[in-house]
């Protein structure tokens, strides 16, 4: 067996590690979200109020209500912070962030639904009560 086969595969992994590990260290103090999509990221931010966002490949910042915010994609994930804060002020504004994920994804199936039930010759009628619950009621098109 040659050397080479053996410190090839070894060279990559070395390579990769080196990558992550420079990755990780451009966002020091962050914590884990469990986004991996960086436009749904990038909508839910602009939903929360987020202001002037710097968007590049894996890498998201701007300003906030919480402050100046950096978001850094590590491995599958993206990581998050309030620049300059301490880490309740970090996890109130990834808290925030949550929920407006969580808000546009609703909105998103819901606009999905309307249109598969077009597709299928029924109107979908939805009501939202005060508490964010939908209820979705299908009719058939007349």
Same mark, same amino acid.
């Given at each position: 067996?040659?050397?080479?086969?053996?410190?090839?595969?070894?060279?990559?992994?070395?390579?990769?590690?080196?990558?992550?590990?420079? $990755?990780?260290?451009?966002?020091?103090?962050?914590?884990?979200?469990?986004?991996?999509?960086?436009?749904?990221?990038?909508?839910?931010?602009?939903?929360?109020?987020?202001? $002037?966002?710097?968007?590049?490949?894996?890498?998201?910042?701007?300003?906030?209500?919480?402050?100046?915010?950096?978001?850094?994609?590590?491995?599958?994930?993206?990581?998050?912070?309030?620049?300059?804060?301490?880490?309740?002020?970090?996890?109130?504004?990834?808290?925030?962030?949550?929920?407006?994920?969580?808000?546009?994804?609703?909105?998103?199936?819901?606009? $999905?639904?309307?249109?598969?039930?077009?597709?299928?010759?029924?109107?979908?009628?939805?009501? !939202? !009560?005060?508490?964010?619950?939908?209820?979705?009621?299908?009719?058939?098109?007349?």
């Amino acid at each position: 067996m040659s050397l080479e086969v053996l410190l090839i595969p070894l060279g990559i992994a070395a390579i990769a590690a080196i990558k992550e590990a420079r $990755s990780a260290d451009l966002c020091e103090k962050c914590k884990t979200t469990r986004i991996k999509d960086q436009q749904l990221l990038q909508d839910a931010l602009l939903g929360m109020g987020a202001t $002037s966002l710097s968007v590049a490949d894996g890498r998201i910042t701007g300003g906030s209500p919480y402050g100046r915010i950096t978001f850094q994609r590590v491995g599958e994930v993206f990581l998050g912070r309030v620049d300059g804060a301490d880490g309740q002020v970090t996890d109130n504004m990834l808290a925030a962030l949550d929920m407006s994920v969580g808000a546009l994804l609703q909105q998103r199936t819901i606009a $999905s639904l309307h249109e598969r039930a077009a597709e299928m010759g029924m109107t979908l009628v939805s009501q !939202t !009560t005060a508490n964010g619950e939908v209820q979705l009621v299908f009719e058939q098109a007349t």
